[in-house]
């Protein structure tokens, strides 16, 4: 049974509800508001009280305990996954400068690469679809700045100067979404590329290594093989979405040999496609996931581009399962990353 939970879609700036999946009963709607300021570590909501009409009622103020998906995430101090945390709302702290300067630029010519779109080969420049990099302190004080980019690299800079801190790593083809840093201090890095491999990396030492990959093409896919979604690591579980439609849940197992160095054990414990036969009926095979996986209290959220919206329940997901409880068609593309407040309110565009 499906589970609908409250929703508010923005697009250009207005709230609007869409219609019902395909495949879907229509959802139960909502009309209760409140107004929320957050800090993190705290929030202070005024929720107006529910009245008849023509009454009034004084509003009510409450200082609670952000969910632990808000704020920083893990261990590592930084920014290590596309907007910070897995309820993607943390995107570093201030202040930022009124007049930034330069401080270095890299590198010193475009960032391209060719790729084939349809058949037929094209050239990329850039930093991808979100081009958001990883910035963080490492054990040594070097703050490191790490990217991907069309020129089918990882990158690595010292953030204070701009120089290489590690050689480049060479992805096979053009990588289009932000990578991941393992936020719990693992030497670990994920990433995905057009090649169509999704990679789990060892940055132990100077050289990154290459640990365990998955195949875009190991499950009958809808649209095509890039990896754009930015994955998310909770309870040592990784979520992450792929342009054929699919959403995986992987079991991570990681740990530390007697020597020292890092292992892990990856195994895919739950995966589904984001399309459904109604949904294809209904808008065509024009279906993928763009948008980056979002965790809040145990469910798992994510977006494909016919409009559907799907969570799961993850809260048994290394069992293998894992049950879609909230099922919404906004009728349109979504490409972007949905955002989740503290009342668990989803925002989608």
């Known amino acids: 049974m499906l589970r609908y939970l409250p929703l508010a879609l923005l697009f250009v700036a207005c709230v609007a509800t869409g219609p019902a999946a395909p495949d879907a009963s229509d959802p139960t709607s909502s009309t209760t508001t409140s107004t929320t300021e957050a800090v993190f570590g705290e929030t202070t909501a005024t929720s107006p009280a529910t009245t008849a009409a023509g009454t009034s009622s004084a509003s009510t103020s409450t200082t609670t ?15 290590t996954m596309f907007r910070g945390n897995p309820s993607r709302t943390y995107y570093g702290e201030g202040p930022v400068p009124v007049a930034p300067e330069v401080s270095w630029r890299f590198p010193d010519s475009a960032m ?24 963080w302190e490492r054990p040594d004080g070097v703050t490191e700045v790490m990217f991907g980019a069309y020129d089918k690299n990882l990158h690595f800079l010292d953030a ?11 992805m096979g083809d053009i990588i289009k979404g932000s990578i991941t840093l393992d936020p719990d201090g693992y030497p670990l890095l994920y990433a995905g590329s057009r ?7 060892s940055l132990e030492g100077d050289e990154v290594r290459e640990l365990w990959t998955l195949d875009a093409s190991s499950v009958a896919g809808m649209w095509n093989n890039d990896w754009d979604s930015n994955p998310v690591v909770v309870d040592d579980v990784l979520y992450v979405g792929g342009e054929n439609s699919w ?16 292992n892990i054990d990856p195994a895919v414990v739950f995966s589904m496609p984001a399309f459904t036969d109604a949904l294809v009926a209904q808008v065509g095979r024009q279906q993928s996931i763009e ?24 809260s048994d997901v290394t069992a293998g399962n894992a049950e879609v409880i ?13 955002v989740i407040d503290a009342e668990g309110m989803l925002y989608a565009s």
């Open 65 to 79: 305990t952000l969910p632990r998906e808000f704020g920083p995430w893990g261990e590592v101090v930084g920014l």
């Open 112 to 135: 391209c690469g060719e790729s084939s779109v349809g058949g037929q080969p094209k050239i990329w420049c850039g930093t991808g679809w979100t081009g958001q990099p990883v910035v």
């Open 160 to 170: 204070a100067t701009g120089r290489r801190t590690r050689p480049d790593f060479p």
């Open 195 to 201: 090649d169509p491999r999704f990679r789990i990396l």
């Open 247 to 262: 959403f995986f849940a992987i079991k991570l197992n990681r740990s530390y040999n007697a020597d020292g160095t890092v």
């Open 291 to 314: 948008s980056s996986v979002a965790v809040f209290n145990g469910v798992a959220y994510f977006t494909n581009s016919a409009g559907r919206i799907v969570g799961v329940d993850v």
């Open 326 to 338: 909230f099922d919404f068609w906004a009728g349109d593309d979504i490409d972007a990353t949905l």
